[in-house]
Protein backbone atom coordinates (compact mmCIF):
# COMPACT_ATOMS: atom_id res chain seq x y z
CA UNK A 1 0.00 0.00 0.00
CA UNK A 2 1.22 3.54 -0.83
CA UNK A 3 1.63 6.22 2.29
CA UNK A 4 2.60 9.54 0.72
CA UNK A 5 2.44 11.04 4.11
CA UNK A 6 5.41 9.32 4.66
CA UNK A 7 7.64 10.37 1.73
CA UNK A 8 10.94 10.97 4.05
CA UNK A 9 12.19 14.69 3.64
CA UNK A 10 15.74 13.29 2.86
CA UNK A 11 14.29 12.15 -0.31
CA UNK A 12 12.39 14.95 -1.25
CA UNK A 13 15.03 16.75 -3.87
CA UNK A 14 15.16 17.79 -7.57
CA UNK A 15 18.59 17.63 -9.26
CA UNK A 16 19.76 18.66 -13.13
CA UNK A 17 22.51 18.44 -14.95
CA UNK A 18 22.28 20.43 -18.19
CA UNK A 19 23.96 19.72 -21.51
CA UNK A 20 23.30 22.92 -23.69
CA UNK A 21 19.47 23.51 -23.49
CA UNK A 22 18.72 19.96 -22.16
CA UNK A 23 17.56 19.55 -18.34
CA UNK A 24 17.65 16.11 -16.80
CA UNK A 25 15.43 15.89 -13.94
CA UNK A 26 15.29 13.42 -11.16
CA UNK A 27 11.82 13.05 -9.14
CA UNK A 28 11.61 12.36 -5.50
CA UNK A 29 10.82 8.88 -5.08
CA UNK A 30 7.49 7.40 -3.46
CA UNK A 31 8.15 5.95 0.22
CA UNK A 32 5.60 3.20 0.57
CA UNK A 33 5.26 1.26 3.54
CA UNK A 34 6.37 -2.62 4.74
CA UNK A 35 4.11 -4.88 6.26
CA UNK A 36 4.77 -5.96 9.54
CA UNK A 37 4.32 -9.79 8.84
CA UNK A 38 5.43 -10.87 5.08
CA UNK A 39 4.16 -14.71 4.61
CA UNK A 40 5.09 -15.04 0.74
CA UNK A 41 7.73 -14.28 -1.72
CA UNK A 42 8.26 -10.06 -2.00
CA UNK A 43 10.07 -8.34 -4.14
CA UNK A 44 10.64 -4.35 -3.69
CA UNK A 45 10.17 -2.26 -6.48
CA UNK A 46 13.56 -0.66 -7.40
CA UNK A 47 11.94 2.64 -8.56
CA UNK A 48 10.45 2.60 -4.72
CA UNK A 49 11.93 3.79 -1.16
CA UNK A 50 10.30 1.61 2.11
CA UNK A 51 9.56 2.31 5.67
CA UNK A 52 9.51 0.29 8.21
CA UNK A 53 7.68 1.31 11.77
CA UNK A 54 8.26 -1.65 14.22
CA UNK A 55 9.23 -5.00 13.72
CA UNK A 56 9.13 -6.79 10.50
CA UNK A 57 8.76 -10.26 9.74
CA UNK A 58 9.53 -13.05 6.73
CA UNK A 59 8.41 -16.25 7.88
CA UNK A 60 6.52 -19.35 6.45
CA UNK A 61 9.42 -19.44 4.10
CA UNK A 62 9.15 -16.82 2.34
CA UNK A 63 12.30 -14.44 0.73
CA UNK A 64 12.74 -10.56 0.86
CA UNK A 65 13.86 -9.32 -2.44
CA UNK A 66 15.61 -5.90 -1.64
CA UNK A 67 16.70 -4.37 -5.23
CA UNK A 68 19.87 -2.12 -5.81
CA UNK A 69 19.01 1.62 -4.98
CA UNK A 70 16.52 1.12 -2.66
CA UNK A 71 16.40 2.78 0.81
CA UNK A 72 14.62 1.78 3.47
CA UNK A 73 13.74 4.35 6.08
CA UNK A 74 12.80 3.16 9.88
CA UNK A 75 10.81 4.92 12.18
CA UNK A 76 13.06 6.04 15.15
CA UNK A 77 11.48 4.32 19.05
CA UNK A 78 12.60 5.01 21.98
CA UNK A 79 10.63 1.93 23.53
CA UNK A 80 13.12 -1.13 22.82
CA UNK A 81 10.45 -3.05 22.78
CA UNK A 82 9.13 -1.66 19.51
CA UNK A 83 12.44 -0.73 17.81
CA UNK A 84 11.72 -0.94 13.96
CA UNK A 85 14.14 -3.87 12.72
CA UNK A 86 13.91 -6.73 10.20
CA UNK A 87 13.85 -10.05 11.08
CA UNK A 88 14.09 -13.19 8.67
CA UNK A 89 12.87 -16.40 10.61
CA UNK A 90 14.30 -20.05 9.95
CA UNK A 91 13.71 -20.99 6.59
CA UNK A 92 12.85 -17.53 4.72
CA UNK A 93 15.21 -15.32 3.22
CA UNK A 94 16.66 -12.47 2.79
CA UNK A 95 18.13 -11.23 -0.80
CA UNK A 96 19.67 -8.04 -0.94
CA UNK A 97 20.79 -7.51 -5.09
CA UNK A 98 22.95 -3.93 -4.41
CA UNK A 99 25.73 -2.99 -6.00
CA UNK A 100 28.40 -0.63 -5.48
CA UNK A 101 27.02 2.49 -7.49
CA UNK A 102 23.40 1.79 -5.94
CA UNK A 103 23.94 -0.24 -2.89
CA UNK A 104 20.47 -1.42 -0.74
CA UNK A 105 20.72 1.12 2.93
CA UNK A 106 18.92 0.81 5.87
CA UNK A 107 18.69 3.83 7.57
CA UNK A 108 17.08 6.16 10.60
CA UNK A 109 13.57 8.01 9.16
CA UNK A 110 14.79 11.17 12.04
CA UNK A 111 15.40 14.43 10.56
CA UNK A 112 18.43 14.47 12.52
CA UNK A 113 19.57 10.83 13.02
CA UNK A 114 21.55 9.92 15.78
CA UNK A 115 22.45 5.80 16.76
CA UNK A 116 19.98 3.72 18.26
CA UNK A 117 17.43 5.13 16.47
CA UNK A 118 16.36 1.48 15.10
CA UNK A 119 17.56 -2.04 16.12
CA UNK A 120 18.81 -4.41 13.80
CA UNK A 121 18.71 -6.67 10.68
CA UNK A 122 18.35 -9.97 12.49
CA UNK A 123 18.71 -13.19 10.36
CA UNK A 124 17.55 -16.41 11.98
CA UNK A 125 19.43 -19.94 10.51
CA UNK A 126 19.15 -23.61 11.20
CA UNK A 127 22.97 -24.14 11.71
CA UNK A 128 25.01 -25.34 14.64
CA UNK A 129 24.99 -23.49 17.58
CA UNK A 130 26.89 -25.11 20.98
CA UNK A 131 23.82 -24.66 23.30
CA UNK A 132 21.60 -26.40 20.49
CA UNK A 133 18.94 -23.73 19.96
CA UNK A 134 17.60 -20.39 21.46
CA UNK A 135 15.64 -17.06 20.71
CA UNK A 136 17.59 -14.30 19.46
CA UNK A 137 18.15 -11.62 22.47
CA UNK A 138 16.43 -8.91 22.79
CA UNK A 139 13.63 -9.52 20.90
CA UNK A 140 10.55 -11.09 22.53
CA UNK A 141 10.48 -14.94 23.00
CA UNK A 142 8.78 -17.04 20.36
CA UNK A 143 9.00 -19.33 17.44
CA UNK A 144 9.71 -16.09 14.97
CA UNK A 145 12.82 -15.17 17.21
CA UNK A 146 14.51 -19.27 17.80
CA UNK A 147 17.25 -20.47 15.95
CA UNK A 148 19.60 -23.11 15.92
CA UNK A 149 19.88 -26.43 14.04
CA UNK A 150 22.16 -29.17 12.26
CA UNK A 151 22.06 -27.52 8.99
CA UNK A 152 25.43 -26.53 8.42
CA UNK A 153 25.24 -25.17 4.78
CA UNK A 154 21.18 -23.79 5.53
CA UNK A 155 21.25 -20.98 3.27
CA UNK A 156 19.29 -17.26 4.51
CA UNK A 157 20.32 -16.13 1.39
CA UNK A 158 22.12 -14.08 -0.70
CA UNK A 159 23.14 -10.03 0.22
CA UNK A 160 25.43 -8.19 -1.01
CA UNK A 161 26.45 -4.64 -1.13
CA UNK A 162 24.21 -3.51 1.78
CA UNK A 163 24.78 -0.50 4.08
CA UNK A 164 23.22 -0.10 7.68
CA UNK A 165 23.03 3.05 9.53
CA UNK A 166 21.66 4.68 13.03
CA UNK A 167 20.82 1.55 14.27
CA UNK A 168 21.76 -0.74 17.54
CA UNK A 169 19.10 0.29 19.85
CA UNK A 170 17.63 -2.68 21.14
CA UNK A 171 18.17 -1.88 24.63
CA UNK A 172 22.18 -1.99 24.79
CA UNK A 173 21.85 -0.37 28.99
CA UNK A 174 20.15 -3.67 30.15
CA UNK A 175 23.30 -5.50 29.10
CA UNK A 176 25.86 -7.18 30.82
CA UNK A 177 29.56 -7.90 30.41
CA UNK A 178 29.47 -11.84 30.97
CA UNK A 179 26.26 -12.47 28.91
CA UNK A 180 25.03 -12.19 25.29
CA UNK A 181 24.51 -8.91 23.51
CA UNK A 182 21.04 -7.78 22.91
CA UNK A 183 20.88 -8.11 19.14
CA UNK A 184 21.91 -5.01 17.28
CA UNK A 185 23.16 -4.50 13.43
CA UNK A 186 23.62 -6.70 11.07
CA UNK A 187 22.79 -9.98 13.27
CA UNK A 188 23.56 -13.49 12.04
CA UNK A 189 22.42 -15.89 14.16
CA UNK A 190 22.62 -19.95 13.31
CA UNK A 191 23.28 -18.97 9.88
CA UNK A 192 24.69 -21.19 7.41
CA UNK A 193 27.55 -21.59 4.60
CA UNK A 194 24.55 -21.54 2.11
CA UNK A 195 23.98 -18.21 2.71
CA UNK A 196 26.33 -15.66 0.58
CA UNK A 197 27.78 -12.33 2.09
CA UNK A 198 29.88 -9.68 0.89
CA UNK A 199 30.06 -5.75 0.67
CA UNK A 200 28.58 -4.95 4.22
CA UNK A 201 29.09 -1.48 6.02
CA UNK A 202 27.43 -1.07 9.43
CA UNK A 203 27.77 2.48 10.86
CA UNK A 204 27.27 4.45 14.12
CA UNK A 205 25.16 1.49 15.43
CA UNK A 206 24.65 2.45 19.18
CA UNK A 207 25.71 -1.26 20.26
CA UNK A 208 27.56 -4.01 18.31
CA UNK A 209 28.21 -3.63 14.80
CA UNK A 210 28.43 -7.01 12.90
CA UNK A 211 27.21 -9.76 15.74
CA UNK A 212 28.09 -13.83 14.69
CA UNK A 213 25.92 -16.22 16.89
CA UNK A 214 26.39 -19.83 16.37
CA UNK A 215 26.49 -21.11 12.64
CA UNK A 216 28.85 -21.49 9.70
CA UNK A 217 28.07 -18.37 7.57
CA UNK A 218 31.56 -16.84 5.14
CA UNK A 219 31.63 -13.30 4.09
CA UNK A 220 33.87 -10.97 2.55
CA UNK A 221 34.23 -7.44 2.43
CA UNK A 222 32.81 -5.84 5.86
CA UNK A 223 32.86 -2.41 7.23
CA UNK A 224 32.01 -1.57 10.55
CA UNK A 225 32.28 2.62 11.08
CA UNK A 226 32.07 4.26 14.13
CA UNK A 227 30.00 1.67 16.11
CA UNK A 228 29.20 2.54 19.82
CA UNK A 229 30.38 -1.10 21.00
CA UNK A 230 31.95 -3.84 20.19
CA UNK A 231 32.68 -4.05 16.18
CA UNK A 232 32.72 -7.82 15.22
CA UNK A 233 31.27 -9.73 18.14
CA UNK A 234 30.92 -13.97 18.09
CA UNK A 235 29.96 -16.27 20.48
CA UNK A 236 28.17 -19.50 21.07
CA UNK A 237 29.99 -21.70 18.47
CA UNK A 238 30.51 -19.61 15.07
CA UNK A 239 32.95 -21.25 13.11
CA UNK A 240 32.95 -19.61 9.61
CA UNK A 241 35.78 -17.54 7.79
CA UNK A 242 35.87 -13.85 7.01
CA UNK A 243 38.08 -12.26 4.38
CA UNK A 244 38.54 -8.25 3.70
CA UNK A 245 37.05 -6.92 6.75
CA UNK A 246 37.18 -3.54 8.17
CA UNK A 247 36.68 -2.18 11.79
CA UNK A 248 37.24 1.56 11.96
CA UNK A 249 36.58 4.40 14.44
CA UNK A 250 37.52 7.82 14.87
CA UNK A 251 36.00 8.07 17.77
CA UNK A 252 33.83 6.41 20.67
CA UNK A 253 30.72 6.68 19.57
CA UNK A 254 28.25 5.26 22.55
CA UNK A 255 28.34 5.68 26.48
CA UNK A 256 27.18 2.68 27.07
CA UNK A 257 29.96 0.63 26.52
CA UNK A 258 30.91 -1.79 28.81
CA UNK A 259 34.47 -2.34 27.69
CA UNK A 260 34.57 -1.77 23.29
CA UNK A 261 36.33 -4.26 21.33
CA UNK A 262 37.08 -4.13 17.21
CA UNK A 263 36.48 -7.71 17.96
CA UNK A 264 35.33 -10.01 20.48
CA UNK A 265 34.76 -13.81 21.20
CA UNK A 266 33.32 -15.98 23.80
CA UNK A 267 32.23 -19.62 23.82
CA UNK A 268 29.52 -19.59 25.66
CA UNK A 269 28.75 -17.77 28.86
CA UNK A 270 29.36 -19.99 31.64
CA UNK A 271 31.89 -20.56 30.18
CA UNK A 272 32.34 -24.18 29.22
CA UNK A 273 33.95 -26.81 26.30
CA UNK A 274 30.77 -27.19 24.74
CA UNK A 275 31.53 -27.86 20.80
CA UNK A 276 31.84 -26.45 18.65
CA UNK A 277 33.69 -24.31 19.99
CA UNK A 278 33.48 -20.24 18.96
CA UNK A 279 36.03 -19.96 16.34
CA UNK A 280 36.58 -17.41 13.83
CA UNK A 281 38.90 -17.97 10.92
CA UNK A 282 39.75 -14.21 9.99
CA UNK A 283 42.22 -13.02 7.71
CA UNK A 284 43.08 -9.59 5.85
CA UNK A 285 41.47 -7.63 8.85
CA UNK A 286 42.53 -3.88 9.25
CA UNK A 287 41.54 -2.85 12.42
CA UNK A 288 41.72 0.88 13.31
CA UNK A 289 41.08 2.77 16.62
CA UNK A 290 40.82 6.39 17.59
CA UNK A 291 43.78 9.00 16.15
CA UNK A 292 46.26 9.36 19.42
CA UNK A 293 46.29 7.93 23.04
CA UNK A 294 42.69 8.10 24.07
CA UNK A 295 42.09 9.64 27.81
CA UNK A 296 38.85 10.54 27.14
CA UNK A 297 36.94 7.50 26.55
CA UNK A 298 37.76 5.48 29.21
CA UNK A 299 35.06 2.42 28.13
CA UNK A 300 37.45 1.77 24.43
CA UNK A 301 39.59 -1.32 25.27
CA UNK A 302 41.23 -3.99 22.94
CA UNK A 303 41.30 -4.69 19.68
CA UNK A 304 40.67 -8.02 19.42
CA UNK A 305 39.65 -9.72 22.92
CA UNK A 306 39.37 -13.39 23.11
CA UNK A 307 37.56 -14.81 26.10
CA UNK A 308 35.88 -17.57 28.00
CA UNK A 309 37.04 -21.07 25.99
CA UNK A 310 36.75 -19.42 22.32
CA UNK A 311 39.30 -20.10 19.50
CA UNK A 312 40.61 -18.04 16.67
CA UNK A 313 42.71 -17.28 13.54
CA UNK A 314 43.71 -14.04 12.89
CA UNK A 315 46.22 -13.71 10.04
CA UNK A 316 47.55 -11.39 7.50
CA UNK A 317 46.31 -8.64 9.09
CA UNK A 318 46.72 -5.26 10.90
CA UNK A 319 46.28 -3.34 14.36
CA UNK A 320 46.75 0.34 15.10
CA UNK A 321 45.93 2.72 17.69
CA UNK A 322 43.69 0.91 20.17
CA UNK A 323 44.37 2.14 23.53
CA UNK A 324 44.22 -0.55 26.29
CA UNK A 325 46.16 -3.01 23.68
CA UNK A 326 46.14 -4.99 20.60
CA UNK A 327 45.36 -8.81 21.77
CA UNK A 328 43.63 -9.49 25.05
CA UNK A 329 43.40 -13.04 26.07
CA UNK A 330 41.59 -14.70 29.00
CA UNK A 331 42.85 -17.94 31.54
CA UNK A 332 40.97 -20.14 29.33
CA UNK A 333 41.93 -18.86 25.70
CA UNK A 334 46.01 -17.95 26.49
CA UNK A 335 46.79 -22.09 26.86
CA UNK A 336 44.94 -22.65 23.18
CA UNK A 337 46.98 -19.91 21.57
CA UNK A 338 50.64 -20.72 23.35
CA UNK A 339 50.10 -24.09 23.02
CA UNK A 340 49.23 -24.41 19.33
CA UNK A 341 46.09 -26.29 19.60
CA UNK A 342 43.18 -24.62 18.03
CA UNK A 343 44.14 -20.81 18.40
CA UNK A 344 46.28 -18.62 15.52
CA UNK A 345 47.69 -15.29 15.26
CA UNK A 346 50.11 -14.67 12.77
CA UNK A 347 51.80 -12.87 9.93
CA UNK A 348 49.95 -9.45 11.51
CA UNK A 349 51.30 -5.72 11.83
CA UNK A 350 50.56 -4.58 15.38
CA UNK A 351 50.53 -1.42 17.15
CA UNK A 352 48.67 -0.31 20.41
CA UNK A 353 48.55 3.27 22.22
CA UNK A 354 49.73 1.25 25.47
CA UNK A 355 53.26 -0.31 24.36
CA UNK A 356 53.02 -2.22 27.53
CA UNK A 357 49.95 -3.93 27.28
CA UNK A 358 49.55 -4.70 23.86
CA UNK A 359 49.63 -7.95 24.44
CA UNK A 360 47.68 -8.87 27.91
CA UNK A 361 45.69 -10.82 30.06
CA UNK A 362 42.83 -10.53 32.05
CA UNK A 363 43.84 -12.68 34.69
CA UNK A 364 44.00 -10.31 37.66
CA UNK A 365 40.94 -11.83 39.83
CA UNK A 366 40.63 -11.87 43.15
CA UNK A 367 37.70 -11.94 46.10
CA UNK A 368 37.36 -8.00 45.28
CA UNK A 369 36.55 -8.89 41.99
CA UNK A 370 38.59 -7.56 38.29
CA UNK A 371 41.71 -5.93 39.07
CA UNK A 372 42.67 -4.78 35.75
CA UNK A 373 44.52 -5.52 32.62
CA UNK A 374 48.32 -6.39 32.78
CA UNK A 375 50.82 -6.97 30.31
CA UNK A 376 51.90 -10.24 29.10
CA UNK A 377 55.82 -10.80 28.24
CA UNK A 378 55.36 -14.38 27.02
CA UNK A 379 52.34 -13.58 24.96
CA UNK A 380 54.58 -11.31 23.09
CA UNK A 381 57.46 -12.92 22.84
CA UNK A 382 55.58 -15.73 21.36
CA UNK A 383 53.89 -13.42 18.73
CA UNK A 384 56.77 -12.04 17.59
CA UNK A 385 58.66 -15.63 17.23
CA UNK A 386 59.98 -16.83 14.33
CA UNK A 387 56.60 -18.90 13.58
CA UNK A 388 54.14 -16.42 14.29
CA UNK A 389 55.92 -13.60 12.70
CA UNK A 390 54.00 -10.84 14.00
CA UNK A 391 55.69 -7.69 13.48
CA UNK A 392 55.54 -4.94 16.30
CA UNK A 393 55.45 -1.30 15.32
CA UNK A 394 56.35 1.85 17.40
CA UNK A 395 53.39 4.44 15.82
CA UNK A 396 50.88 3.86 13.38
CA UNK A 397 52.41 5.84 10.90
CA UNK A 398 54.48 3.02 10.22
CA UNK A 399 52.45 1.17 8.30
CA UNK A 400 52.19 3.27 6.24
CA UNK A 401 48.51 3.78 4.51
CA UNK A 402 47.82 6.72 2.14
CA UNK A 403 45.63 8.86 4.85
CA UNK A 404 44.45 6.69 8.33
CA UNK A 405 42.46 9.64 9.51
CA UNK A 406 40.76 12.01 7.21
CA UNK A 407 37.43 14.14 7.64
CA UNK A 408 36.47 12.36 4.48
CA UNK A 409 36.85 8.77 5.70
CA UNK A 410 40.53 6.73 5.59
CA UNK A 411 42.28 5.82 2.41
CA UNK A 412 43.79 2.14 4.12
CA UNK A 413 45.71 1.38 0.28
CA UNK A 414 49.34 0.66 1.63
CA UNK A 415 52.17 3.34 0.19
CA UNK A 416 54.87 2.09 -1.81
CA UNK A 417 56.99 1.54 0.87
CA UNK A 418 54.50 -0.03 3.53
CA UNK A 419 55.15 -3.38 5.45
CA UNK A 420 51.35 -4.02 4.49
CA UNK A 421 52.14 -4.66 0.84
CA UNK A 422 53.94 -7.99 1.07
CA UNK A 423 53.89 -10.82 3.73
CA UNK A 424 51.06 -12.23 3.44
CA UNK A 425 50.88 -16.01 4.31
CA UNK A 426 48.32 -18.39 3.08
CA UNK A 427 50.22 -21.76 3.98
CA UNK A 428 47.87 -22.86 7.07
CA UNK A 429 45.21 -25.20 6.80
CA UNK A 430 43.18 -22.94 7.84
CA UNK A 431 43.65 -21.00 5.09
CA UNK A 432 42.93 -23.51 2.47
CA UNK A 433 39.49 -23.09 1.15
CA UNK A 434 37.45 -20.06 0.95
CA UNK A 435 40.43 -17.37 0.90
CA UNK A 436 41.51 -15.76 -1.86
CA UNK A 437 45.51 -15.53 -1.39
CA UNK A 438 46.89 -12.46 -1.99
CA UNK A 439 50.06 -11.05 -0.83
CA UNK A 440 49.27 -7.78 1.48
CA UNK A 441 48.34 -7.64 4.76
CA UNK A 442 45.49 -5.61 6.38
CA UNK A 443 41.73 -5.05 4.01
CA UNK A 444 43.00 -3.10 0.78
CA UNK A 445 45.85 -3.54 -0.94
CA UNK A 446 47.23 -1.46 -4.18
CA UNK A 447 45.39 -2.88 -6.67
CA UNK A 448 42.39 -1.02 -6.17
CA UNK A 449 40.43 0.23 -2.44
CA UNK A 450 37.05 -1.31 -2.26
CA UNK A 451 36.02 0.99 0.87
CA UNK A 452 36.69 3.82 -1.12
CA UNK A 453 33.90 6.75 -0.14
CA UNK A 454 31.58 6.23 -2.63
CA UNK A 455 27.24 5.42 -2.58
CA UNK A 456 28.20 1.96 -1.09
CA UNK A 457 30.69 3.26 1.56
CA UNK A 458 29.99 6.50 3.70
CA UNK A 459 32.46 7.41 6.29
CA UNK A 460 30.13 10.33 7.51
Known sequence: MKNNYLIIAAALFFSACSKKDDVAVVLPRTVEALPLTITSDMA???????????????????????????????????????????????GSKLNVTGTADKPVVFTSAAATKAPGDWGAIVILGNAPTNIGSGNADGLTISADTKYGGTQSN????????????????????????????????????????GTTIDHVMVSHSRDDGFQFVGGTVNATHLIAYNNGDDDFDFDYGYTGKLQFVVSYRSTLTSSHALRANALESYNDEVPTTRTPLTRPVISNMTII?????????????????IRKGTRFVLENSIIAEYPKGALMVCPRTRPPLIQNTGSVFKNNLVHSDSVNTTFSWDHAWDAAGFQGIFGDPELQDFATNSVNQNQLLTSSADIQLSGIYSSNGPDLTPLNNSPALTGANFMDADLATFFTV????????????WTSGNNWAVWK
Do not use: M
Open 44 to 90: LDASKDYSITGQVFVKNNATLTIPAGVTVYVTKNDDPANKGSLIVTQ
Open 154 to 193: DNSGTIRYLRLEYCGGINPDAEEEWGIDKVSGFCLESVGS
Open 289 to 305: GPQGKETNHPNLNQAVY
Open 438 to 449: VSYKGAVGAGGN
